[in-house]
T-cell receptor, first 113, second 115 residues
């Protein structure tokens, strides 16, 4: 019930294309869904996050779509750039829980120039 | 630059050595975390400190010993590590309190290699 399933494992996109990464969860107690971006040699950095009371959140080229009934959420990167090449982790947590984040398995995104 | 600072950035040690990893944050966060990350894998939670008290130990072997001297500092003491302990060790912090969105802020980690 604590698992968050993430797909695809790797993704190659042309510059200017749309990158889409999907996650699914089972635990309906999760109420906070962040996405982290990690470059080689760096720690994960919070990219964007959403609460289940909204279906979409957009910040610049990054959009989270959230489907509460299907227990799925996805990250869309519009106009993908080579600088977006990184590993992306979805995560889920329960606000107020000390245990915090349950991570997806990660997606390695490569944006070709 | 991240707001969570970890030192050293790289550490090579033998299996009989004793060393410590250090983490510092000045964001006023009262929850601090240690994670272990293997290549191409997500971070795995090791320890959680809440208000300077250890609240979660994810069944981590005793050769890893955490310490939280104050609300800004977190240490991880290492002793008699095994080659499989080679990994990136990440520290994170977050605000603490019911009702808060609790985004975790990660440091850039210490790359640990056990010879």
């Amino acid at each position: 019930q604590q698992q968050v399933k993430q797909s695809p494992q790797s993704l190659i996109v042309q510059k200017g294309g749309i990158s889409i990464i999907n996650c699914a969860y089972e635990n309906t107690a999760f109420d906070y869904f962040p996405w982290y971006q990690q470059f080689p040699g760096k720690g994960p950095a919070l990219l964007i996050a959403i609460r289940p009371d909204v279906s979409e959140k957009k910040e610049g080229r990054f959009t989270i779509s959230f489907n509460k009934s299907a227990k799925q959420f996805s990250l869309h990167i519009m106009d993908s750039q080579p600088g977006d090449s990184a590993t992306y982790f979805c995560a889920a947590s329960i606000i107020g829980s000390a245990r915090q984040l349950t991570f997806g398995s990660g997606t390695q995104l490569t944006v070709l120039p | 630059d991240t707001e969570v600072t970890q030192t050293p950035k790289h550490l090579v040690m033998g299996m009989t050595n004793k060393k410590s990893l250090k983490c510092e944050q000045h964001m006023g966060h009262r929850a601090m975390y240690w994670y272990k990350q293997k290549a191409k894998k997500p971070p795995e939670l090791m320890f959680v400190y809440s208000y300077e008290k250890l609240s979660i130990n994810e069944s981590v072997p005793s050769r890893f010993s955490p310490e939280c001297p104050n609300s800004s500092l977190l240490n991880l003491h290492l002793h008699a590590l095994q080659p499989e302990d080679s990994a990136l060790y990440l520290c994170a912090s977050s605000p603490q309190g019911a009702g808060l969105n609790q985004p975790q802020h990660f440091g850039d980690g210490t790359r640990l290699s056990i010879l």
